[in-house]
């Protein structure tokens, strides 16, 4: 039993390892009608004032009146307005009425600037996020670059109605662009912001010939600016879209990428997200659709979303509360993953832990050491369960030994598991009891592992000297040896039932795990560490506390045999 569960969880981890390191989630085949389906979790943004839904939003007014075909409406020249807030600064472009500029003022890049996330690649290519592209009735089409700067919608140069703007928490503001070419084309879109908030509100009206036209707003390529080393160094920092569909959560990898799978109807929201940030977007309507679209360059695939009828746009981190608070369900974007109610609950304490001990580091220690705590009666459990069977090998083994042929030999099976049965059922062992309390313990490990890998609280944290941020490796790999070597130390004093040479093939454990984790969060690196250190503490007590009641029945009763 315990050879089977000790390589069921290598497996395990293998499988999970393996799976993450690709930074990829295998999507479940849908109809073709829509894409492919994979749970997500989302990653969350750290924010100084939660992001609460209105009670009642303007794009529910429509956009003001068309501007009269006759009448020519543009501008001279290009005008950038800049919108501040305590949480970002903004900078948009009459140009094709496009952002130019989001700088994240609580979050800081690797030079400890302000976090820009409209990705430079966008101004090199021309197509700037929030640029127009007509409508996408079936099958994602490729982008075309030349189209899309050519376009009247993105190449003219607009109306504003708008000027800078300094919001206070609470204070609003819009900023309005509108373009008519005199003939045909009449366009407007309007952006309302609130100080405070990352989410703000967007109308957007394209008229041809007096009729209107179904667009769709973009955003990228890609989401901020990480560069090959900040993606070596992050673990599952892998970019693409994320829908809601009724109740079902829609995930397109950019690495799984499959055109006939990244088109999503009657999505609730969409996003371009990564592990920490995103550009969310709330169709006007009760529903709108969302594609990712893939253009290959020479420079590598380029990714945009597309989103249909767009009224409310929530560009930051991906901070669990805020989102949360935000509502539509959007906190699935921290992906939390398969065991996100474990996750959750985990995030939960720690949060309350850090309010006390105002360090994630630490607050990860303590953390190990409440579960620990609490699992302590499953562990004794199990550690006295295995030390159980342990004593019970020699007799095990002379079973095996007196019905050799029991492979082969039905009659001979059923007797010797008879007798063994009857020797478990007199020494007092459950013969699953050294397994089930152990994998109880499985989900809520995967629960934190989802956990420190997503929440945004850990990115760029310290915890001490030469680990200033608990969600990249550590750049000595001292952690993770130290972890293996603690590894090796626990497993040494665990009571095993395994024969020697099973018992050896195992230590070979502690190194497989040193090589799985030299690349993951030093965050999580740090939670297993802990764990193995107070799990040494925990053995070296257990050990003793068996011994001492094993010497207390020898000394008193005889045992009988």
């Not at 662009?177 to 009449?186: A, I, M, P, Q, V």
């Not at 994998?439 to 915890?463: N, V, Y």
Request: charged share 20%; aromatic share 10%.
């Amino acid at each position: 039993m315990e050879k089977r569960l000790l390589l069921a969880i290598v497996l395990s981890f293998a499988v999970l390892f393996g799976y993450q390191l690709l930074f990829q989630k295998k999507a479940a085949d849908v109809p073709a009608s829509g894409p492919a389906v994979t749970e997500t979790t989302i990653p969350a943004p750290v924010s100084a004032a939660p992001v609460s839904t209105p009670e009642k939003t303007a794009p529910d007014k429509p956009v003001p009146g068309s501007v009269p075909a006759s009448k020519a409406i543009g501008a001279p020249g290009e005008i950038k307005t800049k919108i501040d807030t305590s949480l970002y600064q903004a900078v948009w472009s009459n140009k094709g009425g496009v952002l130019v500029s989001w700088k994240l003022k609580k979050h800081l890049d690797e030079a400890k600037q302000p976090l820009e996330l409209v990705p430079k690649a966008a101004e090199t290519i021309g197509v700037l996020p929030f640029a127009l592209l007509e409508d996408i009735s079936s099958a994602p089409p490729a982008l075309d670059y030349a189209a899309l700067q050519a376009s009247p919608m993105n190449a003219s140069l607009y109306e504003t109605s708008g000027t800078d703007a300094v919001l206070k928490d609470g204070d609003s503001a819009e900023l309005r662009f509108r373009f008519s070419d005199g003939k045909d084309l009449e366009v407007e879109k309007s952006y309302t912001f609130t100080g405070g908030r990352y989410d703000f509100q967007i109308a957007v009206r394209v008229l041809r010939g007096g009729k209107p036209v179904e667009t769709r707003l973009l955003w990228g390529p890609g989401i901020g600016n990480p560069t090959a080393e900040d993606q070596k160094k992050s673990f599952g920092a892998g970019g693409g879209m994320t829908a809601m569909a009724s109740t079902n959560t829609y995930r397109v990898d950019e690495a799984k990428y499959k055109p006939e799978q990244s088109l999503i109807n009657f999505t609730t929201w969409s996003a371009y997200d990564d592990n920490y940030f995103c550009a969310l977007f709330l169709p006007a309507g009760d529903a709108g659709s969302a594609a990712l679209l893939r253009k290959d360059v020479e420079a590598g695939p380029r990714f945009y979303l597309a989103v249909s009828r767009p009224g409310r746009a929530f560009i930051g981190p991906k901070d669990f509360e805020v989102l949360t608070a935000f509502g539509h369900n959007t906190k699935k974007l921290v992906r939390f993953g398969t065991f996100g109610i474990f996750a959750e609950g985990l995030f939960a304490v720690i949060k309350a832990v850090h309010k006390v001990v105002p360090n994630w580091g630490w607050s990860i220690i303590i953390l190990t050491l409440i579960i620990k705590i609490i699992f302590f009666p499953l562990t004794y459990s199990s550690t006295k369960s295995m030390a159980k069977m342990a004593e019970l090998q020699p007799k095990i083994k002379s079973l095996r030994n007196k019905y050799k042929n029991a492979k082969r030999d039905i009659a001979q099976r059923r007797m010797m598991n008879e007798e063994m049965m009857k020797l478990y059922k007199e020494n007092g062992v459950n013969p699953a009891g050294g397994c089930l309390p152990m994998l109880i313990q499985i989900p809520f490990f995967f629960g934190i592992f989802s956990m420190l890998r997503a929440a945004i609280e850990f990115r760029h944290s310290p915890w001490m000297l030469w680990i200033g941020d608990l969600s990249v490796r550590d750049p000595y790999y001292v952690t993770p040896i130290l972890m293996g070597i603690t590894q090796f130390i626990s497993q040494k004093m665990t009571p095993t039932s395994a024969d020697p040479a099973q018992a050896r093939m195992m230590l070979i454990m502690p190194v497989i795990m040193t090589i799985f984790f030299m690349n993951f969060q030093s965050g999580l690196v740090l939670y297993w560490l802990t764990s193995n250190v107070l799990q040494i503490g925990q053995q070296y007590l257990m050990n003793r506390m068996i011994q001492k009641k094993k010497s207390e029945l020898n000394n008193g009763k005889p045992r009988k045999k």
